[in-house]
């Protein structure tokens, strides 16, 4: 069993930057996939940031070039810097890890104002 608690969330203005943190139960270094996804109040779930246990990393070209993932072995944790927002970057994002089944935090909040 693997437990994820996010923190990091909050208000800013846009143009503005927030750091996530996510923050494992078990240790990381053999988790091969970690992620972070985001749900906008009606819309779907979707992923936004990806990082591989190689340190490989991919980001959908809505936040590529603003958002990074990176993953601390050593203190369990799986971080996502997220700058220059946008009021379209408002959502609950959610911290994932995939082991032998999937595993979800229970999401923070980032709004962004205009």
């Known amino acids: 069993q693997v437990q994820l608690v996010e923190s990091g969330g909050g208000l800013v203005q846009a143009g503005g930057s927030l750091r996530l943190s996510c923050a494992s139960s078990?240790?990381?270094?053999?988790?091969?996939?970690m992620a972070w996804y985001r749900q906008a109040p009606g819309k779907q779930r979707e992923l936004v940031a990806v990082?591989?246990?190689?340190?490989?990393?991919n980001y959908p070209d809505s936040v590529k070039g603003r958002f990074t993932i990176s993953r601390d072995n050593a203190k369990n944790t799986v971080y996502l810097e997220m700058n220059s927002l946008k009021p379209e970057d408002t959502a609950v994002y959610y911290c994932?890890?995939?082991?032998?089944?999937?595993?979800w935090g229970q999401g923070t909040q980032v709004t962004v104002s205009s």
């Open positions: 994932n890890v995939v082991t032998t089944q999937s595993y």
């Open positions: 078990v240790r990381i270094f053999s988790i091969n996939v």
């Open positions: 990082i591989t246990s190689c340190g490989y990393t």
